[in-house]
């Protein structure tokens, strides 16, 4: 059975530039939740996807955002990038969402420059 | 809103010995606990969960944790540590749903001394 694929897995961007970071879920679950991890912060929800729509959202600037298709699959943009937003990106998924425990994917680790 | 304080930033262990992970939670509706485990350059990797019932939950690698609602503590705990157990460890907790995702606390870093 795949687990959480993200992709890319690394990448390196340039402040100003908008980044899209893509996830794709475990067969069969219909959650799908991001994080960013930072030194600084830990790690910290960004929202959260059911059934193509957003259930719950962190405390993030709008430049966030997000999208699920109706496959599950879900993508991340991050628009008007900005230093502070080098981090490494996870990406995790549910069969439901709050309390079946999530399943994380290794990451995509973006460096703004 | 509910947190995480995980206590020790960094616990050192000799191969063999018990490995104690603390963890304290603040919440005010009950809460549903979880303990990941993160390698270098990986993603994070669910050890154990505690939702309801049973308060002892075992989990993955010999690692087990108490819910321990007086004391808001979800501990973890190993018998005998392995060297293969260095890693970043992360508490956290979800209730209310989930509305907001899992919160974590700061993590803690096992080594594992030979």
């Known amino acids: 059975k795949a687990g959480v694929t993200q992709t890319p897995r690394y990448l390196i961007k340039t402040r100003g530039q908008q980044v899209t970071l893509s996830c794709s879920p475990i067969s069969g679950h219909r959650s799908v939740s991001w994080y960013q991890q930072t030194p600084g912060q830990g790690l910290q929800f960004l929202f959260e996807?059911?059934?193509?729509?957003?259930?719950n959202k962190g405390n993030f600037p709008g430049r966030f955002s997000g999208r699920q298709f109706s496959n599950s699959r879900s993508e991340m943009n991050v628009s008007t990038l900005e230093l502070g937003d080098s981090a490494l990106y996870l990406c995790?998924?549910?069969?439901?969402?709050?309390?079946?425990?999530?399943?994380f994917g290794s990451g995509t680790r973006l460096t703004v420059v | 809103a509910q947190s995480v304080t995980q206590l020790g930033s960094h616990v050192s262990v000799s191969e063999g010995a018990l490995v104690l992970l603390r963890c304290n939670y603040s919440?005010?509706?009950?809460?549903?606990l979880f303990w990941y485990v993160q390698y270098p350059n990986q993603g994070l990797q669910l050890l154990l969960k505690?939702?309801?019932?049973?308060?002892l939950v075992k989990g993955i690698n010999g690692f087990e944790a108490e819910f321990k609602k007086s004391e808001t503590s979800f501990h973890l705990t190993k018998p005998s540590a392995h060297m293969s157990d260095a890693a970043e460890y992360f508490c956290?907790?979800?209730?209310?749903?989930?509305?907001?995702?899992?919160?974590f606390g700061k993590g803690t870093h096992l080594i594992i001394q030979p």
């Open positions: 996807y059911f059934s193509e729509t957003q259930r």
């Open positions: 505690y939702t309801t019932g049973a308060t």
């Open positions: 995790a998924s549910s069969l439901s969402m709050g309390y079946y425990g999530y399943t």
């Open positions: 956290a907790v979800s209730v209310g749903g989930g509305a907001d995702g899992l919160t």
């Open positions: 919440s005010s509706v009950p809460p549903y």
